[in-house]
């Protein structure tokens, strides 16, 4: 069949798309034109609708990351109050002039300790 189809136009199946066969003039091919142009409409609102919300989801992400980046910060701070706390009562200073101020130290080390 591709022979055939490249013995009647001298062209190879990659140059198919080339080949524009004549159409008759011929309601059925309007009627054929027009139904391709509204299924056309209707796809590009979807993909209106859907790059919307591509968008939509891409602004709350940049929300979640930037969140995320501010927790992150707020539990690496706490992680290094309590290594320096433990790091002060490893190395056994009773004093309070090297322990960290209470503040630092989260309730539940306290009671823990």
Known sequence: MSESNNQSTGKSWFFLGDYQPTVPPDSSAEVNLQTLMDCLTLQQTELCKLYKRVEDLDNKLEKLIESNK??????????????????????????????????FVPDRRNKLL
């Open 70 to 103: 501010s927790l992150i910060a707020y539990f690496s701070a706490m992680n290094d109050r309590d290594a320096r706390d433990l790091n002060y009562r490893i190395r056994g200073f009773s004093s309070k002039n090297h322990l960290p101020p209470s503040k």
